[in-house]
């Protein structure tokens, strides 16, 4: 059935409304000096005591301000960023034979004198047995959906690592997307350990040898700070929603706060280059980080407020934490797009993408290879179905 373009057409005339509601505005800028001379240390102490009435995942306040902004030089070259970005054809349960295949592409871009880059893409098909299953033999739990994006995430730890040692020094480590394997709160307790060795295990490479690592997020839609915002207001009153003893205007604020994301928020606190304070995820998962609990700030790299992760050990180090704030910064600056984003980021997902061409190649040559032997492959009757021409 074709869309209702007329029924269509009035809904965004009241999303464009909404969007331009000049109330919206008043109450952003609250929060913005709210932020300023919020109580941190009577905060802190409410977050983390995890209140059950308080169901929202917040962000604990490392220093004792929540509404600062720094400032960095840009760094001086010779230096060297290194990143990796993964892709993957998922097991399709349509399919006659299970496997996954990940493509981690990398790049490691010199400044400096001797400027360099260095683009690569490793490809790796998994068909055995201890690849595709967890625990294979016992509960055989498949490596598919969020537990496939784990083990992608895993590889391209082990890639970035490679690239790393082999960059000139100093050097940055660059992921894009969130440090925190927020997949795995679902899981069980046997899942989460057998995935957190691995990918723990990799971050503790990183920390031997002395290299920070970050992760990168641009456009966060987080809202962590924004809902420790919300549990500064319920100080001194009833915690119940449906019993709050706020006055209007306060109800109206903490309203507020649970639809704007944090990018919001720090866009009129951040000038250009300026980054936030830092503050760790109450994430239950990142319970099982140990010493590489994840943590982040936000930075204005001029033309967005992006979200940069990364473990505590590099968040506690100050020259550390000014080198990822000022390499990401100067790569931003090099980046020919808008909005600016790290050209290191830009090649390494270059070279992972896998094109639509290339997905039905891998088809073709699975089926040829088991047409060689024999072995008919046959799609299920569903998907066969999708590939027909509809009526």
Known sequence: MPLQLEVLSRGVERLAAQASDGA?????????????????????TRLRIRDPRFPWLTAVPTDDTMGAAYSVPLPSPPFSVVATDGSNIPPDRHNPVRFYVLNVGRATLTYGSRPDARLKATTHLACE??????????EH?????????????????????????EAQPPVLALLDGSLILWGLQSEERSVQAAF??????ALG???????????????????????????SLCQGHSAQCESCTLPPSEQELCKFLGTVRDREIFSGLLEAGQRSDIFESTSAILDRYGEHRIQFF?????DEILRLEAPQWVMRDGGKRDMVHGLVLDQCKRSGGYPAYPPVLQEAHEQ????????????????????????????????????????
């Open 205 to 231: 490479r990183f920390r031997e040898v002395d290299i920070p690592l970050a992760s990168y997020i641009s456009y966060p839609g987080g809202q962590d700070v924004a809902n420790s915002l919300r549990v």
């Open 24 to 44: 919206g505005q008043q109450l952003l800028e609250e929060a913005q000096r709210r932020l300023r001379r919020v109580d941190v240390e009577a905060l802190c």
């Open 298 to 302: 936000y930075l204005n790299n001029g």
């Open 141 to 165: 739990i498949p490596v598919d959906g969020e537990r496939l994006g784990i083990k992608m995430a895993v590889a391209e730890l082990e890639a970035l690592f490679e690239a790393a040692q």
């Open 129 to 138: 047995e201890e690849e595709l299953y967890l625990n294979p033999g016992r």
């Open 352 to 391: 992972a993408v896998i094109s639509s061409a290339e997905r039905r190649l891998v088809e073709e040559m699975v089926a040829q290879a088991l047409a060689a032997r024999g072995i008919v492959y046959i799609h299920s009757a569903k998907e066969s179905s999708k590939r027909r021409r509809g009526v």
């Open 196 to 201: 957190l060795q691995e990918y723990l295990s």
